[in-house]
């Protein structure tokens, strides 16, 4: 899998959108955009996937550049049960025997001021 | 629906000792994936079963072996248990049909401490 590149922390006020980046630079054309989050104490959760146009679901939308070296998740609300570490994975599709897993990286750690 | 089941919760163990974690998969799932994750690092992939057998492993050495029943539930094995040892064990499972697109679901955990 591709390596992403994300920020450490980050810092939202509650009830405010949040714009959470991730760069992947050497992404593939099979590549598709998955994020998960981590809740405190709990093992990650899906949160929304995509290849090239942006997406929306009831937890979040995904932006995804036109060149789609980079994207960002955006929780349109930030509400307290967002905190969370936030991780972007690039998953391939067509990919062999190696492409099972999820790689994840450190992710980023939102953190929600209310 | 329950989900994603694991167990035990916590588990103490001493250097050198094996250990067994169980993990009963989210109802209609077929794949069970194993990661571990240390403290303040993201999971890392240790392997992931279909069919009863083994079909990709990560950087783990064969200390870490697994099982999966025809349930599909599945157990993760420790041997010779090294200080190093000790995180967080997360099982996840998955629906083969639906490839590399699907969700995979992720248990709460077994918290591992070797001393």
Do not use: C, K
């Given at each position: 899998d591709a390596k992403t590149t994300q920020p450490n922390s980050m810092e939202s006020n509650e009830e405010e959108p949040v714009h959470l980046p991730c760069n992947h630079?050497?992404?593939?054309?099979t590549d598709y955009i998955h994020w998960y989050r981590q809740l405190p104490s709990q093992g990650p959760e899906y949160v929304i996937h995509g290849l090239t146009s942006n997406v929306n679901n009831r937890m979040a939308s995904l932006a995804i550049a036109e060149d789609r070296k980079s994207s960002t998740l955006i929780l349109h609300r930030a509400t307290l049960r967002d905190a969370a570490v936030y991780y972007c994975i690039l998953r391939?599709?067509?990919?062999?025997?190696?492409?099972y897993q999820l790689t994840f990286g450190k992710g980023t750690k939102l953190s929600v001021i209310p | 629906d329950a989900g994603v089941t694991q167990s035990p919760t916590h588990l103490i163990k001493t250097r050198g000792q094996q250990v067994t974690l169980r993990c009963s998969p989210k109802s209609g799932h077929d794949t069970v994936s194993w990661y571990q994750q240390a403290l303040g690092q993201g999971p890392q992939f240790i392997f992931q079963y279909y069919e009863e057998e083994e079909r990709q492993r990560g950087n783990?050495?064969?200390r870490f072996s697994g099982h999966q029943f025809p349930n599909y539930s599945s157990e993760l094995n420790v041997n010779a248990?090294?200080?190093?040892?000790?995180a967080l064990y997360l099982c996840a499972s998955s629906l083969?049909?639906?490839?590399?697109l699907g969700e995979q679901f992720f248990g709460p955990g077994t918290r591992l401490t070797v001393l």
């Open positions: 630079s050497t992404i593939s054309g391939d599709v067509f990919g062999g025997a190696g492409s | 783990f050495p064969d248990l090294l200080l190093g040892d000790s083969d049909a639906r490839g590399r």
